[in-house]
């Protein structure tokens, strides 16, 4: 600008002119590339500066909005490059405020915003867990930074646990499977995304406990009428669950582990076996019993085991209705095995001879026959209806007769009576084969009673013949027999 100055002064004429010359110099403008910027946690400024006026330099002031934003700071210079962190979970900003100055002249300021993205966490709901295999896992994941998403990389301990996969969202929803009798896991590592901008990581881990391996093996007669005696449901594993109807209900007839036919009535009852392990996982077994309404049977006449069809004659000898034959129920098995609480019903034929057990009956263990029960008259193995005789069965019966040796006598297969006892031999201890009917000395036959004799005893009966030249002397014997001794059984109606 150039200013042309006159001076006047009294009145005199005007002086000579001078021009005036003033330099302006503009106030440069200030901007950047990129004018404002979003960067995530950690990461650094990258603001170009320039201006409309050549040679302009800059300074600037720097300022956050809070306490949680840091590494900002004032400076100078045509480039703002600065680590900026976000230790918050908001999304917060930092103000670069930049002037700019050329030939001593400074521009009005201007703000550039930096948008500090914060780190987002993972956080979970329930933060562990242990599931039962079979059983949901349910994770519900979440941030304190709004709007985050989420993925996962699932991987399991052992090869025994299934079920879990990879995937994305803010729910882990998958039912695992342990094969196996350990607690494996399954952990989920969890990526967190918020803004474009990856979190951190954080793990999930699901233990899957084992289900108890229940099983249910049929230890009792699950073909039987209401005139069965009550019975243990034996063969539960393990031991120490709960008896029920289905799905848990009560189930008249049945009192903790014990059935009772005559409550329960005639039908097809269905039974469960729930057991809990220490984890608190519950699996189930289940068994059925069939129950009839009671098999009309008058003395005299022929008797069907309605569990194997077996046919039995009966008789009556005074009050008491007798079986006419000995019992032949159960799986044949050597006489090299002995017979166990295994939940089969076991036999012995006379010199390991099946053809002996259809013609005479079978051979017995006091246990097995009992069925591990030592209750006087206890059902054992005879049919539903019929007990094994206790010491007053027996008693009973040889009052019908003058004496014991009368009795024998009577109660032979050549007597009168009908009870048709033949003497066909037994086993002692599992060793020796005894008194068969072709001995020339001793032939007898030995029957259980249910009565047991101290700890390893159970009084016993005995048909005996002593052949004295070609006479035979019939007697009817008591002998407190080893328990592991093989008789006969007969049953007497209830």
Partial sequence: MTYNVTPEANGCPPGGTMPVILTVNPRPAVSAAPGGQ????????????????????????????????????????????????????????????????????????????VIVYPVADVLFTPASQAVCSGQLALISISSN????????????????????????????QQTLTNSGYMMPTVTYQVTPTANSCTGTQNSAVVTVNPLPVVSMTVCFDTLTTIEAQPFDLKGAVPSGGVFSGPGGTVFPGLTGST????????????????????????????????ITD??????????????????????????Q???????????????????????????????????????????????????????????????PGWHIPAEADWTLLFTNFISNGFAGNALKSSGYSGFNALMTGIRFQNLT??????????RSKLYWSSS???????????????????????????????????????????
């Fill in 38 to 113: 979003s960067i995530c946690n950690g990461q650094a400024t990258s603001l170009s500066l320039q201006a409309d006026v050549s040679g302009s330099t800059f300074a600037w002031r720097a300022f956050s909005n809070s306490a949680n934003v840091t590494g900002y700071s004032d400076g100078s210079g045509a480039f703002i490059s600065q680590t900026l962190t976000n230790s918050g979970y908001t999304i917060d900003t930092v103000t670069y405020r930049v002037a700019g100055t050329a030939n001593g002249c400074t521009g009005d300021s201007t703000d550039f915003k």
């Fill in 145 to 172: 930074v709004t709007g985050t998403s989420f993925v996962w990389v699932a991987s399991g301990s052992t090869g025994n646990v299934s079920g879990y996969s990879n995937g994305s969202g803010d729910l882990i």
């Fill in 259 to 290: 059935f009772f036919p005559a409550i329960a009535g005639a039908g097809v009852h269905h039974i469960r076996y729930t057991y809990t392990n220490d984890f608190g996982c519950i699996d189930s077994a289940s068994i059925t019993i069939h």
């Fill in 294 to 319: 009671p098999i009309s049977h008058t003395c005299g006449d022929t008797l069907t085991d309605l569990r194997d069809n077996n046919n039995y004659p009966t008789v009556l000898i005074g009050s």
């Fill in 321 to 383: 209705c007798w079986m006419a034959n000995n019992l032949n129920f159960g799986t044949t098995i050597a006489s090299s095995q002995i017979q166990r609480d295994n939940c089969i019903n076991e036999k012995y034929c006379y010199n390991d001879n099946p053809v002996n057990c259809a013609a005479y009956g079978g051979l017995y263990q006091w246990d097995e026959a009992m069925r591990y029960t030592s209750e006087n008259a206890a059902q054992g193995f005879c049919p």
């Fill in 433 to 442: 084969w005894k008194f068969p009917a072709n001995d020339p000395i001793l």
């Fill in 452 to 494: 047991i004799h101290g700890l390893n005893k159970a009084w016993a009966h005995g048909m005996n013949e002593v052949v004295v030249d070609i006479e035979y002397t019939p007697s009817m014997s008591l002998y407190p027999a080893l328990i592991s001794n093989n008789f006969a059984v007969r049953c007497l109606k209830d």
